[in-house]
């Protein structure tokens, strides 16, 4: 019976916080290797390199799969409690974590200057180490939102989503902003379209799972190699010609794409073969401090760079105390938020007095 309701419900909010976390993990595994340098100059290497942008592209999907599947599940009043229930309280936790890394930031003798804290806690980069995912994750939330409080009509607000979504691609690309940045503001449209469209291609994908996931893979590896290839070949060529820099900038869409069709009809298959793999203690575990882990990788890394000289003991000390801090951190941002909350409940209740 177990195995069957995971194959009638494979994306399930257990099987993405799961999944989540073992993308936490995959970011630090990356960021290991551009402290260590473990590696380098191989085929792996170069895999290891990419596989931040991965692990995020994933984790913006995931964002935009959840926003859009809560506003189905809970109708409009998800919509107008959005600022107070998720937008106000992920930029709480994110300004604490410009506070943090401020604090360590003076401590070591380099602290930031105004117009650097002014760029952090709005965008433009920030102190925070690997923040831009969060600042990213601030921009689609704020047009997430906008965009379906005025449009009622859910293929209006798709068509809306789309568009701003595109403008901003576009815009950042002219720009000359740093496309792994923006480009995966793409995969979260990608991911409400995929929560609107749902039951449809859910159903698509389990019937055919087997098929997608060679082809998702094909086409990952077939786009991964030709933008790899001009990576390394002709990137003074991409700096030059602003049609071979937007080609590249097609063919990172369409392996983000590809990624994304290949990793949801896999775990339509594991969840029917073996559920176990994806949802278990571990994966739930990691998932639930995966926004921690995130975060305060980068504060553990540079601070035990200075200590440890031996890669792999670097490596490992860096994993435990990542997840030790994780989770402390978790329960104070939690306390926070619980905080937060009851402050605007008792607000709004004095004004209705």
Known sequence: MERNTYSANPFSKDTFTCVKGYLAVCVLIHHLHQFTGFLNGTNLGYALTLLGHWAVVLFMFMSGYAL???YLSKGDSYIK????TRLLPFYLSYLFFVLI?????T????PPSLAYLLRSVTLGGTIVSFGWYLQLTLIVYIIF??????FDDDDVFICALAISVAAFIIISFFLSVQKNLYEPAFVFF????????????SLHLINKSVTFTALGLALFTVATVIGTYMVFRHSDIIEASLIYDMFYLIIMVCADAALIVFV???????????????????GKFLGTYSLEIYVFQGLV??????????????????????????????????LMKYGFSVMLTKRSYSRLQ
């Open 107 to 110: 401590i070591i003798g380099n």
């Open 101 to 105: 890394y401020t604090v360590y930031e």
């Open 68 to 70: 859009f599947s809560s």
């Open 190 to 201: 990608l991911g409400v379209l995929f929560a609107y469209w749902k039951n449809k291609e």
């Open 81 to 84: 409690e959005f600022p107070r």
């Open 264 to 282: 949801l009809s896999f775990i339509v298959i594991l969840k029917k073969t073996a559920p176990g793999i994806i949802v278990n203690p571990i």
């Open 301 to 334: 890394l540079r601070i035990l760079r200075d200590f440890i000289n031996n890669e792999v003991l670097y490596a490992v000390v860096s994993a435990i105390c990542v997840i030790l801090i994780s989770m402390p951190m978790h329960k104070l941002l939690k």
């Open 145 to 150: 939102y906008v965009f379906k409080s005025i």
